[in-house]
């Protein structure tokens, strides 16, 4: 088993900063990828961004390519999502996820290991 948990979420402007964390724990050896999914109001979970624990291959959607950047500390079994110019839009509940998959997995029933979200809000 894999426990994660998110933190860094909270209210911020439009135009602003935010950076999430999520602290790993269990089975982390068991992990290939990380990744970021986010959960708007009335909306379907999406993914946002992975990257490879080994190597660091990253893979991000369209709409946060040059605005958000993930990276991960593999000595602290960390990882981060570095959120800049956040938008109305980006507004949802972030979670962190864990996957034994290979390749850039982006579904999220390809992820076993979830956190319990970190909320994120945008004002305009």
């Known amino acids: 088993q894999v426990q994660l948990v998110e933190s860094g979420g909270g209210l911020v402007q439009a135009g602003g900063s935010l950076r999430l964390s999520c602290a790993a724990s269990?089975?982390?050896?068991?992990?290939?990828?990380m990744a970021w999914f986010r959960q708007a109001p009335g909306k379907e979970r999406e993914f946002v961004v992975s990257i490879r624990l080994i190597g660091g291959r990253t893979d991000y959607i369209d709409s946060v390519k040059g605005r958000f950047t993930i990276s991960r500390d593999n000595t602290k079994n960390t990882l981060y999502l570095q959120m800049n110019s956040l938008k109305p839009e980006d507004t949802a509940v972030y979670y962190c996820?864990?996957?034994?998959?290979?390749?850039?997995?982006?579904?999220?029933?390809?992820?076993?290991?979830w956190g319990q979200g970190t909320q994120v809000t945008v004002s305009s």
């Open positions: 269990g089975r982390t050896d068991s992990r290939n990828i």
């Open positions: 996820a864990a996957s034994t998959y290979v390749g850039e997995p982006r579904e999220r029933d390809q992820y076993a290991y």
